[in-house]
């Protein structure tokens, strides 16, 4: 039996306020179908492991968890601090953010790299190549960034500047959500000014943390009632070569503004040298198979699922991820109870709010769903 409805009301009701940046696997809208299958197990710690922008973070810290947020990404890192380490009152941080929008604007590495010329209005081309921000915009950038690195900030407070910096670039970019091509006209919103805001943290009297490293590292350290857990799936396209862009690679300007490192750049898209296939390639996008046959992405999912020292766990699937769907059900199977199965057509805009777990299946293979899983490990 199922229960197909728009996403209900009720849950979105239910659901806090989040922040974040155009992301490429965004949970938000799936976000009121997490929290209500956390809501089903007596959980009180959470492990967001792959939090990206944390917005899953967020939510469960203003729902009452103590919520342990990692990822691999420095720029998920500063987030992190922001939005779940920051004790004070938002207001105590405006004149920090007044006095960076005062900054006067510079010519920098961002500029010389990133910063393009409006020309007639259309084009985006500089010297040969499309860059994602207008250069009145960059050189705002340079003489902010610069700014926050001589200020000596604490780490929390840092956090919440360069968040501040990375949503308001965020608002003026000309890019699609991502940083490894470009439009080919302005958009718009590249003509606007950048203008830093406080970021929109809520105070939760939680316990938090926030973690940066390898995932499996994280979990041989961390033992939580729940885990939460969204890989970044390869894609499914046996015709995908192997040299394919890596997600980390994805979001690789947002590091460098973190790090401000200043580091050596290739390609068109002007990345970071250390975000190379050979570099930064993920266990979970390995196109390749493993010696039983198993798609290596597979058998990583298996590995998190066994490594997680929690006794429940949510797990997101996409239908365009490497994993087949007999072969993800198998490797839950072998690993816990299943418990729930939450379906949502992310095209329709639809869900299927009590998906029997022995029905997702059949649905598993169409395009453009996304699946919750509530395991039982014990």
């Known amino acids: 039996m199922t229960t197909e409805t728009l996403f209900p009301e009720l849950l979105l009701d239910q ?3 989040t922040q974040g940046i155009k992301y490429i696997g965004s949970k938000l809208r799936i976000l009121p179908h997490i929290l209500e299958l956390a809501r089903k197990v007596p959980a009180q710690t959470v492990l967001d492991g792959f939090s990206g922008t944390t917005r899953v973070s967020q939510a469960f810290a203003q729902k009452g968890y103590d919520v342990i947020s990692s990822d691999v990404a ?7 601090n922001a939005y779940l380490k920051s004790t004070g009152r938002r207001s105590d941080y405006t004149e920090l953010i007044d ?3 005062a900054v006067p604007p510079r010519d920098g590495w961002f500029t010389m790299h990133y910063g393009g010329h409006p020309n007639d209005g259309s084009s985006v081309q500089t010297n040969g190549l499309k860059r994602p921000w207008q250069i009145h915009n960059t050189r705002k950038l340079d003489g902010i960034r610069e700014e926050i690195a001589q200020l000596s900030l604490d780490p929390v407070t840092e956090s919440v500047a360069l968040t501040s910096l990375i949503l308001g670039l965020d608002q003026v970019d000309s890019t699609l959500g991502h940083f490894v091509s470009y439009l080919r006209e302005w958009s718009p919103r590249s003509y606007k000014d950048l203008r830093l805001q406080v970021p929109q943290f809520v105070r939760t009297g939680g316990s938090h943390s926030v973690m940066r490293g390898d995932i499996f590292d994280i979990l041989s350290n961390v033992s939580v009632d729940l885990a939460y857990f969204d890989p970044p799936y390869g894609s499914n396209n046996e015709k995908m070569p192997p040299s394919r862009v890596r997600y980390a690679s994805y979001y690789h300007i947002w590091t460098s503004v973190c790090l401000f490192d200043k580091p050596d750049l290739f390609g068109k898209a002007l990345r970071r040298q250390d975000t190379s296939d050979e570099v930064a390639a993920s266990v979970f996008e390995d196109f390749r198979r493993a010696p039983d046959g198993q798609f290596n992405a597979v058998v990583a999912i298996e590995q998190v699922i066994r490594s997680a020292q929690s006794r429940w766990l949510i797990l997101s699937y996409s239908s365009g ?6 072969e993800l059900d198998a490797v839950m199977k072998r690993n816990g ?3 729930e199965v939450v379906e949502v057509d992310l095209k329709r805009n639809v869900m ?10 059949r649905d598993a293979e169409s395009s453009n769903r996304e699946f919750l899983f509530l395991l039982d490990k014990q």
């Open 321 to 326: 991820g490497r994993a087949t769907a007999d």
């Open 15 to 17: 659901t806090p306020p």
């Open 74 to 80: 420095v720029w998920s890192e500063v987030f992190g």
């Open 352 to 361: 299927a709010s009590m998906r029997w777990t022995n029905e997702w299946l």
């Open 337 to 339: 109870e299943l418990v």
């Open 99 to 101: 006095h960076l929008n």
